[in-house]
């Protein structure tokens, strides 16, 4: 069994801001799949598919990004799977330019507040990930990271993030689910 978490926060309000990517990668990938179910369990948004004999749960916590931790440990503990091998974090990371995915494995939080207590919860940073780059801003701007990441992608840099970024996402997810 594997177990793909998509990071961000729940509700219309957050649907389109840079902190969802992780939502939206997920999103992406399950567009043209059909899920044996999809239910509201442990705090998250919960679908289900099967690869052959291999089962894949794509989890949206709905605890907001900086408890993610919370809902990862408790899903992780009770389908008794090993982090370092079984589970894929996808999530935001304002360190990378816009346009930018990396697919990564024993890495830190980097400041990222919902990796960090993800790493928290389960005492180990040694997972799979997949970091999707937001950073649009000039360099010195006013706008702090905080306020940055909850803003909405404008209208440019949505045309990316659908035309490029969630098809390399799915792409990286399909070779997750595959190993």
Known sequence: MKLVFGLGNPGKKYERTRHNAGFLAIDHYLKDKEPIACQSKFAAEICELHFGSNKVLFIKPQSFMNKSGE??????QFYKVDPAQDILIIH??????LGTIRS????????????QNVIDHLSIQNFHR???????????????TDDFVLQNFSDEEWALIEKDILSQSSLLI???VSD
């Open 104 to 115: 990564t494995n024993d890495s830190s939080a980097a400041g990222h507040n919902g990796v």
């Open 130 to 144: 997949i970091r999707i780059g937001v950073e649009s801003r000039e360099p010195g701007s006013p706008i702090a």
């Open 92 to 97: 935001d990371d304002k360190d990378l330019p």
């Open 174 to 176: 399909g070779q997750f």
């Open 71 to 76: 809902v990862v440990q408790e899903v992780v």
